[in-house]
Each structure stands twice: as structure tokens, then as C-alpha cells.
């Protein structure tokens, strides 16, 4: 298949139809990208022990702030690709790509320096019971080697993805994690490598992707081919990119900040529920990647038809994609609930693991459609060019709902259901606010479209 056929128009055509062409290689891409943690905690749980598979899910929470910050960075970048293509400014966007790749190679690097120097103090934070500690580090500090890799892969598919082409990064990582799962299973069932087996096969498999990747780019059709003769760091460029993709990064990496806090106060619960909770986790982020798609795809369809000065199908872009993935979720959470007992006996055979992981998919995967309408308005707005506001209205609201309950409300009910209610109670504020923001800012937008520029 041509590599052209790969792009979705964006601007014109049918939107139910180019929505599901772009959100759904995404979701699966997010889905796939779980999975490589997933398999380390499948294979430990299952070759290993509850304690290795605890270490693993203490550090979920922290690689997911990482990833965060990949993914939030290089949506600038798709961002001001997109915008560009729509403009039809082909000079811009050849500069973007260029700039944003050398960008993620340094960016990568940067990670994991700062990362190695950091990790005791960042698990010790946690409250990482000292059973658990020395496997968790040595996790961390493996996995901290493949952030060059992972950042390049972000980036390059959020450049692919900038024109539509959302099956690419979606057949790279499947490479990627077929990889992983293969050679998890020869490092806990043959090698007997544990731990330190796993953390080898995930940056291994990180390393693959980022090489096809690059290839991908250098074959990529236009504006986004990846040419060494062009690879130039420019300040002019990158700074457009970061004033979108850091206020974006930001928000993602709120919920793991919050998260981290939470991962705190369900450490303090015992090793049982550690476990229970980093197996659900994998589940709800599985359930969680349609509405991450389908917020990527409303960004990216905005942001060429803000180009493109076509206000009216913008607006059209955020109707329909909230329409399709409220249904899609409501869907998804009957499916869960009905079958939660079978999905969690999919991570472990541990009966009282077993009644805890329940109850964290009743409490927050069930729920999981009210974070619909916080994550595509905040995903529409980026799309326009506007990505602080969303990021400082969900610090607030996520941050400081899921604070102030733990400070609270934990300390005198201190069981697990406790914390996970504060999750659906976070979603409804952080809606209720970035729904009103995105009211305020397209009321006035009309006026803004004749000099409106990212």
C-alpha cells in the first residue's frame, strides 16, 4: 500500500467517517503502548510473584508522567503541522518537522540523565514499602534507557499524524510490542531473568520502534519527509510548538501528578491491593484509549481547519466526536461491568487481588465516559492554538479536587473505595470548567478568524 493512501482529508468529506479513520488507529496505537507494561505485570504475576508485579505497578504511575510529557510535547508539534498543511505553507511545515525531530532526540536524552539521578528519591516519595523498593528501582532504572527512543517515536508519530496518517505509528508500535511480549516470555519462563527481564524486553522493544520510525519519516510522502540535509534545531520554530505542547504536556502529567499522590495513599493499603490496582489500571487505560483517540483526532481535525479559516467544520468536529465516543463509552462501560470478574482474573489468580481490582473497576472504569467531555473540548481548544488555559483550569481541578480528598476525606475512611471515588468526582468538576471555557473562547472566535494565527 502507498503511503499516500495513509492520509485522511481533513477538510473536506464525511466527518463520522474521517473521525473513525483517525481515532481508531490511535486508540489501538494507546492500547498497544499499555500493553508493553501490561505483558511485564501479565508475565510477573503469572512466572514470578505478587511482590515483582507490585514494583512494576508502582512505577505505572510514574512512566505514565513520562509518557505524558512526550505525548503532550509532540502534540505541538502536530499541532502546528497540521496548521500549516491547512495554511498550505510548506515552507512551515518542513521546518516543524525537522526541528521537532532533533527536538525529541534531546528532549530523550534529557529524560534519562535526569531520571537515573532521580529515581530513589522519586520511589521514595511513593512510599514504596522496602520489600518492594529494590525491584521497583531496578524497573525504573532500566526502563529509564529507552527515553531517546520513546520520545522519537511520540514525535514521529505526531508528525504522521499531522496529515492523517495514523496507521503508521499504529503498525510500528504493534512491531514493537509483539516484540516485547515475545521476549518477556523468554526472560520469566526460560531465562528466569525476572524483573530485570521484562525492563530489558520493554527498552529493547522501544529501541525497534524508534528505528522504524525513522524509517517511516524518511519514506513519508510531502512535508513530512525526514531529510538529514534539513535537520536544523530553530528557536523560531520550536517555540510555537512548545507554547502549545508544554501547557499540554501539562495537563497530561497532572493526572499523573495526582495520581502519584494517590498512588501513595493505596501503597499505605498493603501489597494486595497495590496489585489489584496496578492490574485494573491496565484495563481502564485499555477502555480510556477510545477517548484519547478520538481527542487526538479532534485536535488534529481542528487545527487544519482553523488553517484552512473554516470555522463552521470545526465546530462540526467537536459535535460529532463527542457524539460517537459518549456512545462508544457508555458501550464500553455496560461491557466491563458486566464482565469484571473474568477481566481481572486475566492479571492474577489471587483471589483477594482479585475482590480489590473489582472494585477499582467499578468505582473508575465504569464511570469512564464523564471524562469525554473535559478531554475533547480540551482537545479542541488545543486544536485552535489555545493549550494553557485547559492545562492550569485541570491543575486546578484535578490536582486540587484529588489533594484535598486524600488530605480529608481519606484519613477518616481509610479504605480503598474511598480513593476511588475521588476519581468520577474529579471528572465532573474538570468538565463542568473546561465546557465553560470552550464556550467563552468559540463565542468569540468568529472575530478573531481574520488574523488568527497559532
Known amino acids: 500500500m502507498k503511503q499516500e493512501t495513509r492520509e485522511i482529508n481533513m477538510l473536506e468529506g464525511s466527518l463520522v467517517r474521517g473521525l473513525f479513520l483517525f481515532a481508531l488507529p490511535v486508540a489501538l496505537t494507546v492500547l498497544l503502548e499499555q500493553l508493553i507494561n501490561s505483558a511485564d505485570i501479565f508475565?510477573?504475576?503469572?512466572?514470578?510473584?505478587?511482590?515483582?508485579?507490585?514494583?512494576?505497578?508502582?512505577?505505572?504511575?510514574v512512566l505514565s508522567l513520562i509518557i505524558s510529557l512526550f505525548a503532550g510535547l509532540s502534540l505541538g508539534a502536530n499541532v502546528m503541522i497540521a496548521y500549516h498543511i491547512g495554511a498550505r505553507n510548506r515552507k512551515a511545515a518542513v521546518r516543524t518537522v525537522h526541528s521537532s525531530f532533533l527536538f525529541a532526540l534531546l528532549i530523550g536524552f534529557i529524560i534519562t540523565v535526569v531520571g537515573e539521578i532521580v529515581a530513589t528519591s522519586t520511589l521514595a516519595s511513593l512510599g514504596v514499602p522496602p520489600e518492594v523498593l529494590p525491584a521497583a528501582e531496578l524497573y525504573l532504572r532500566i526502563y529509564l534507557l529507552?527515553?531517546?527512543?520513546?520520545?522519537?517515536?511520540?514525535?514521529a508519530a505526531a508528525i504522521l499524524r499531522s496529515n492523517g496518517d495514523t496507521r503508521t505509528p499504529l503498525y510500528v508500535l504493534l512491531a514493537a510490542s509483539l516484540l516485547n511480549i515475545v521476549l518477556d516470555f523468554i526472560a520469566v519462563a526460560y531465562l528466569e531473568l525476572g524483573i530485570a527481564g521484562v525492563a530489558g524486553a520493554t527498552v529493547l522493544s522501544f529501541f525497534l520502534g524508534a528505528g522504524l520510525s525513522i524509517r517511516a519519516l524518511r519514506r513519508a510522502p510531502g512535508v513530512l519527509r525526514l531529510d538529514g540535509r534539513q535537520l536544523v534545531l530553530r528557536a523560531d520554530v520550536i517555540r510555537p510548538v512548545l507554547r502549545i505542547g508544554i501547557p499540554a504536556a501539562i495537563q497530561g502529567m497532572v493526572f499523573c501528578i495526582a495520581n502519584i499522590v494517590l498512588q501513595a495513599a493505596i501503597n499505605s493499603l498493603g501489597a494486595e491491593v497495590m496489585a489489584a490496582s496496578a492490574a485494573a489500571?491496565?484495563?481502564e487505560i485499555a477502555i480510556y484509549s477510545v477517548v484519547l483517540g478520538f481527542q487526538q483526532a479532534t485536535t488534529t481535525f481542528v487545527s487544519q481547519n482553523f488553517g484552512a479559516r473554516n470555522f463552521a467544520r470545526c465546530k462540526d468536529v467537536v459535535r460529532t466526536a463527542l457524539s460517537i465516543v459518549v456512545l462508544l463509552m457508555l458501550g464500553l462501560g455496560a461491557l466491563v461491568y458486566v464482565s469484571k470478574e473474568f477481566l481481572i482474573t486475566l492479571f492474577t489468580g489471587d483471589a483477594s487481588v482479585q475482590a480489590y481490582g473489582i472494585i477499582r473497576l467499578e468505582y473508575v472504569v465504569v464511570p469512564e465516559v464523564l471524562c469525554v467531555f473535559f478531554d475533547i473540548f480540551s482537545g479542541a481548544l488545543r486544536g485552535y492554538g489555545e493549550s494553557?488555559?485547559?492545562?492550569?483550569?485541570?491543575?486546578l481541578a484535578i490536582c486540587g479536587s484529588r489533594l484535598t480528598w486524600i488530605y480529608t476525606v481519606f484519613p477518616t475512611h481509610h479504605d480503598f473505595q474511598t480513593i476511588m471515588l475521588i476519581y468520577p468526582i474529579s471528572?465532573?468538576?474538570?468538565?463542568?470548567?473546561?465546557?465553560?471555557l470552550y464556550k467563552l473562547y468559540t463565542r468569540h472566535l468568529p472575530a478573531m478568524m481574520e488574523g488568527a494565527s497559532h
Do not use: Q
Open 427 to 436: 471528572w465532573i468538576l474538570t468538565s463542568i470548567l473546561i465546557f465553560g
Open 281 to 283: 489500571f491496565t484495563i
Open 43 to 61: 508475565f510477573l504475576g503469572h512466572f514470578v510473584g505478587t511482590a515483582e508485579m507490585a514494583a512494576v505497578g508502582n512505577n505505572v504511575v
Open 388 to 395: 494553557l488555559r485547559p492545562a492550569i483550569l485541570t491543575l
Open 146 to 155: 529507552a527515553m531517546a527512543p520513546l520520545s522519537i517515536y511520540n514525535f
